[in-house]
Nanobody, 124 residues
Framework: QVQLVESGGGLVQAGGSLRLSCAAS????????VAWFRQAPGKERELVSA????????YYVDSVKGRFTISRDNAKNTVYLQMNSLKPEDTAIYYC?????????????????WGQGTQVTVSS
């Protein structure tokens, strides 16, 4: 069983930045693909970004390209999501998820492990 703990959410003004962290409780972290999903009130959960186990393959949804950067430090069992130029429409609960498969995964049903979520609120 892998536990994921997100941190770094908060309230920020439009144009500001936040860095989310997702810490995992596994010694084989490089074997896991990790993704960030978000869910805004009244909307379905969507994939924001994903990174393969080794970090070579990365995906971003179009709405965050050029603003968000995903990265991972396998020595620290942690994945990061650097969010710059935040917009009010980025407001959501952000979840990290992990799957024991080192390649990219795009479907949320592929992810077996989920964090509790962290709230990101961007004011206009």
């Amino acid at each position: 069983q892998v536990q994921l703990v997100e941190s770094g959410g908060g309230l920020v003004q439009a144009g500001g930045s936040l860095r989310l962290s997702c810490a995992a409780s596994t010694r084989t972290f490089s074997s896991y693909a990790v993704a960030w999903f978000r869910q805004a009130p009244g909307k379905e959960r969507e994939l924001v970004s994903a990174i393969s186990g080794g970090g070579a393959n990365i995906y971003y949804v179009d709405s965050v390209k050029g603003r968000f950067t995903i990265s991972r430090d396998n020595a620290k069992n942690t994945v990061y999501l650097q969010m710059n130029s935040l917009k009010p429409e980025d407001t959501a609960i952000y979840y990290c998820a992990a799957d024991y498969y080192s390649g990219l995964q795009f479907d949320q049903s592929s992810y077996d492990y989920w964090g509790q979520g962290t709230q990101v609120t961007v004011s206009s």
